[in-house]
């Protein structure tokens, strides 16, 4: 007998199937995919950055060497080499996922599993044989899938979604991306500093709207300048596929508007995965609108003996959410305490510059009343970006006006990813933008920018 069914091997199942091994349970984690590792290291977080890392040296190569004194003659790009470095990078992390299942005496199956009633789940392998596994508890973390839009089906060839962007074998020449969102920006990115045209078609009147409002805008801004288009206040009615060209038929307060382009990626959320699961006939109903499974704070479903966490459940669906709830769900399975703050969860988008941020935007706090003191650092007097040759970005301390506890953090520049990690901790840590300002910050580094807006929420910025 088992103590433990993990059903996925993502973020959130791999690193809960380990947690509560180490913690002496008995575990078993299956996927259907042939690797562990799940979305985000299969096809979400780690081939997407591994692009974005590339592309953007091609980029830098093309655009910027020679600001540095650096002169390469004619560039060429070689799309196989660069695709074969990001499976490479893929296998070596999937890889690395079951060498970890191995060493913590987990059992690792491949194959399709659904519950048959609490305490038993089957697994169906390639070849369609069962396998049933008789267990104490039963953990799911299935996931997502990007959610399709009617008007415009995926087609896996004109019409494709992440998984399909992230492995073409050539260029587009005009790639029309369907939601302005992270994924849509991330991969729009990748290609367009490849050399593909690249027009975003967004509903809302903005991109990234779970952004800072001026961030995001800047952002904007930042990526026309690269050659990104944008449509946004448009609405996808339709398409046609004629020859090897998509026609999407659209329309915004202007009118009907159609966009010609050789592939069409469609980005616009992703849904919690359930399907397949056996869950309707133990009792466990998704929310119909996300798909969500509700769970209380030991991420039981009401089902007891059956949890669930990361993109299925309540929350942003990122791969380091799924992997917190994976450590505290085996912790507290075991009888400990741990706990996640979702309201203490960064945000990263990948583009050059990128956007990292923790905490509620302004806009956010302006639509609940909460009273906030701001604080901005423009990152072109930071001496670390001018010698990068990248001084473009803001910092944003938001802070409580009365006990000056540092509310939110909203960076846009170069590595905003790392920087952002200081203030997820000041946040975790309830510190506020004086602690920020009073603990040193070496020099010249982008963190600098940091202190300096935490100094601005009190008017005394050194270099502004
Ligand atoms: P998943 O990683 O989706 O894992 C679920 C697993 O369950 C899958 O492997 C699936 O095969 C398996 N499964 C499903 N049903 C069954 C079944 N019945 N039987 C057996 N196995 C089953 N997040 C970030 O934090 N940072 C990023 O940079 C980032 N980039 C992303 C880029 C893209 C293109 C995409 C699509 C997503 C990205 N994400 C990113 C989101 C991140 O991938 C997810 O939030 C994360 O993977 C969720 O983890 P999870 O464990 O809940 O589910
Ligand atoms: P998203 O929620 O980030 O963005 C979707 C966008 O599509 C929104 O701006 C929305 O207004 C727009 N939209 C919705 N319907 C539309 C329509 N019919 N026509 C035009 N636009 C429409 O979703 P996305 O980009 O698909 O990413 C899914 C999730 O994956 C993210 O929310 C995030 O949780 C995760 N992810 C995280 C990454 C990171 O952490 N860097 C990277 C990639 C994905």
Request: glycine share 12%.
């Amino acid at each position: 007998m088992l103590d433990l069914v993990v059903i996925g091997g993502g973020p959130g199942g791999y690193v809960a199937a380990i947690r509560a091994a180490q913690l002496g349970f008995k575990v078993a984690c299956v996927d259907k995919r042939g690797t562990f590792g799940g979305t985000c290291l299969n096809v979400g977080c780690i081939p997407s950055k591994a692009l974005l890392d590339s592309s953007e040296h091609f980029h830098q190569a093309q655009t910027r060497f020679s600001r540095h004194g650096i002169l390469v003659g004619e560039l060429k790009l070689d799309l196989a080499a660069m695709m074969s470095r990001k499976d490479r990078v893929v296998r070596d992390l999937t890889g690395g996922v079951a060498y970890l299942l191995k060493k913590n005496k987990i059992e690792a199956i491949t194959g399709i599993a659904r519950i048959n009633k609490p305490g038993e789940v089957v697994v169906q392998d390639a070849g369609g044989a069962e396998r049933v596994l008789a267990c104490r508890h039963i953990l799911l973390a299935s996931g997502s899938e990007p959610v399709q839009i009617p008007s415009l089906p995926f087609d896996g060839t004109h019409v494709i979604s992440s998984t399909e962007a992230l492995c073409l074998d050539r260029v587009p020449e005009h790639l029309v991306v369907v939601g302005g969102g992270v994924i849509g920006l991330e991969l729009g990115s990748v290609w367009r500093r490849l050399g593909a045209r690249v027009t975003v078609v967004e509903f809302l009147p903005k991109i990234l709207s779970i952004c800072d409002g001026e961030i995001a805008a800047q952002l904007q801004k930042s990526l026309e300048k690269t050659g990104f288009e944008f449509k946004l206040g448009t609405k996808v009615t339709g398409r046609r596929v004629e020859g090897n060209q998509v026609i999407l038929e659209a329309e915004n307060r202007d009118g009907k508007l159609e966009i010609a382009g050789d592939k069409v990626l469609v980005c616009v959320g992703r849904r919690a995965y359930t399907r397949g699961l056996g869950l309707e006939s133990i009792g466990i109903q998704p929310d119909p609108r996300t798909g969500q499974i509700p769970v209380d704070e030991n991420y039981q479903t009401r089902v007891p003996g059956i949890f669930a966490l990361g993109d299925l459940t309540a929350g942003p669906m990122l791969a380091h959410k799924a992997e917190d709830e994976g450590m505290a769900f085996a912790e507290r399975l075991a009888g400990q305490k741990s706990h996640v703050d979702l309201a203490a969860i960064p945000n990263v988008v990948y583009t050059w510059p990128e956007i990292a941020s923790v905490g509620p935007t302004e806009e956010q706090l302006q639509a609940k009343g909460v009273g906030y003191k701001v604080g901005k650092f423009q990152l072109r007097a930071n001496g670390r970006a001018k010698c990068m040759d990248e001084d473009e970005g803001l910092v944003k301390v938001i802070a409580d006006p009365e006990t000056d506890r540092v509310l939110a953090v909203h960076i846009f520049g170069p590595r905003a990813s790392d920087m952002i990690a200081e203030a997820v901790h000041v946040i975790e840590f309830k510190g506020s933008s004086e602690d920020i300002i009073r603990i040193s910050h070496a020099h010249p580094t982008l963190s600098e920018g940091l202190r300096e807006a935490a100094m601005a929420v009190h008017g005394r910025a050194i270099h502004a």
